[in-house]
């Protein structure tokens, strides 16, 4: 089974509309993330938590919100989806508890291809 | 201000050849790399990492190396394989901000059999 899911995989949706895209894990890490890659473009950070209360913003969070419901699962939502949030989107989660470098390694989901129309 | 870049958006390579994908970075107060590979419809997976007190590390096929005073990483596979064909991102993270790492672009790399 894997690690890190997301659902749905694929989502096509209207102008207006409200989507929530859902990321849950069991590799009891602590900290989860949202990444949006558009074609040809790096993974750009959307939002982030390092534990269940602490969320922050990333370098593209107009347009989204987040909500860590328990330690394992993070979702992102778009309250008013707009064309140009077509994306692949990506939930990531890293573990802190080692105290060394090697926690900024990240897990990556399959990813959430999202078409707004 | 993209503080990770990687230039060649493609490489082509011949099969058992060396492929050198290339990285640089601005901030300098990066300390941490690391290189992830991404297949079509997965997500990335961790490839390999380097911390700035070292200047090389290797496993198996891949070394990545690192020119601090360059702010340059590079990853040379070898020999490189049909099923290394991948996206490979390049990203850096910083002590005083650990946990978040900023990354590159990616180049896709195609290996020719």
């Known amino acids: 089974d894997a690690d890190v899911t997301q659902t749905p995989r694929n989502r096509i949706t209207k102008t207006g509309k409200r989507i929530m895209l859902e990321c849950s894990q069991t590799?009891?890490?602590?900290?989860m993330y949202w990444y949006r890659q558009d074609p040809g473009l790096g993974l750009r950070l959307i939002y982030y938590?390092?534990?269940?209360?602490?969320?922050n913003k990333g370098e593209i969070s107009d347009g989204y919100s987040v909500s860590r419901q328990a330690q394992a699962k993070f979702s992102l939502s778009l309250e008013s989806a707009i064309p140009n949030q077509t994306a692949l989107y990506f939930c990531?989660?890293?573990?802190?508890?080692?105290?060394?470098?090697?926690?900024?390694?990240?897990?990556f989901g399959p990813g959430t291809r999202l078409t707004v129309l | 201000d993209q503080q990770v870049k990687q230039n060649s958006p493609s490489l082509s390579v011949q099969e058992g050849r060396i492929s050198i994908l290339n990285c640089d970075y601005t901030?300098?107060?990066?300390?941490?790399f690391l290189w992830y590979k991404k297949y079509p419809a997965e997500g990335p997976t961790f490839l390999i990492s380097?911390?700035?007190?070292?200047d090389k590390n290797e496993d198996g096929r891949f070394t990545v190396f690192l020119n601090k005073s360059a702010k340059h990483l590079s990853l040379h596979i070898v020999p490189s394989q049909p099923g290394d064909s991948a996206v490979y991102f390049c990203?850096?993270?910083?002590?005083?901000?650990?946990?978040?790492?900023?990354f590159g672009d990616g180049t896709t790399l195609t290996v020719k059999p």
């Open positions: 938590s390092f534990d269940v209360k602490d969320i």
């Open positions: 901030n300098s107060m990066f300390d941490y």
């Open positions: 380097i911390s700035s007190i070292k």
């Open positions: 990531a989660t890293s573990d802190s508890m080692t105290g060394r470098r090697e926690t900024d390694t990240q897990y």
């Open positions: 590799k009891g890490h602590d900290r």
């Open positions: 990203a850096a993270s910083a002590k005083t901000n650990a946990g978040k790492s900023t």
